[in-house]
Structures are given as C-alpha cells and as structure tokens.
C-alpha cells in the first residue's frame, strides 16, 4: 500500500482485532490491474483441493481484482467456515461486490491521493533523507500533480528521478 499508512495501519488492526465467527473478509476498492483465468474443470479441482488444504488451519487469503459478485459467490464456497481467526482481503473496483463479500463495516474505501498527501509521498521517495533542493519544489509539485493522486505512478516517477539525480552526481 504505496503511500497509504493510515490505510496500512488501520488494515493490520482490522485483521488483528479479535473476531469470533466466520473468517473476516475485508475488500478493498481500488483501481484495477490484471487478473488470471483458469479452466472450467481445473476450477472445481482448485476449489476442492484449496478447502482441504485450509480446513482447521488459519489463513489470510488475497483474492486480488475481484469484478463481479456471482464470482466472489463461487470463490467464497472454497474458505472453510469455521476457522476463526483466518481473513480474506479482497480488492475489486465494484463497490458492489465489496458490499456483497464485507464483514460489516471492515470495507476499506481506496480514493486517489489528495495533493498534499501526493506532494508528500514524493518528496520521501525522490528525495528521502536529503534537504529538498528549492529549485525542485514548484516543478516538483507540479510533477506529482501530473500524477492524479495514483500513488504507485507517483512512488514510479518519484523513483525515477531520485535515480536520475543519482546518476548526474
């Protein structure tokens, strides 16, 4: 969770906090990447073998991208429920299907980052321990701001530049 520490910590302490019943299941919302297909038939398998394994274990599961609500209904029935104390984090850009899969109230809501907090996250990385150069904090700015508060572009381009300063020295 690039940039995210508030997210971060609140994350931990909802996983950590004691919960009797069902595994938690946190979704977060979030903007997408790309996810994985399998074969019908291997599915079945996957689901069946997954339950065995996890069955009188604890887990945390991450079930990434998660698109559509009839998916998380055909995902869930793999998670043995009765092993307290295991979770599921699961991300999806539909707020639907976080509603639908959410423990209540654990929903975790991912918005882009204000200018601030962007302004910030690359000044630690472009610059981290180091005095920010005067020169660097108009175009700096202006830099993140190009960046929509996506935190990994920003962590990406701040990143790049902290190299490209390193090898101009």
């Not at 399998?38 to 991208?65: C, P, T």
């Not at 907090?117 to 700015?141: D, R």
Request: aromatic share 6%.
């Amino acid at each position: 969770m690039v940039g995210r520490d508030d997210q971060r910590k609140r994350l931990v302490q909802d996983l950590t906090r004691s919960y009797s019943g069902e595994p938690k299941i946190i979704p977060i919302v979030r903007m997408g990447g790309i996810g994985d297909t399998f074969d019908k038939n291997d599915e079945a398998e996957l689901a069946n073998m997954l339950q065995k394994s996890l069955k009188g274990k604890r887990y945390l599961i991450v079930l990434d991208d998660m698109w559509k609500s009839e998916a998380w209904d055909a995902v869930r029935l793999c998670f043995p429920s009765e092993n307290k104390g295991s979770g599921i984090l699961l991300t999806t850009r539909n707020t639907d299907v976080a509603h639908d899969a959410g423990t209540k109230n654990l929903s975790l809501q991912m918005d882009l980052m204000c200018p601030d907090e962007s302004w910030n996250l690359f000044k630690s990385v472009a610059f981290a321990n180091e005095a920010l150069p005067s020169e660097f904090e108009t175009i700096g700015k202006q830099i993140a701001d190009e960046c929509h508060g996506l935190p990994l572009t920003i962590a990406v381009v701040a990143g790049l530049l902290k190299s490209k300063r390193a090898i101009e020295n």
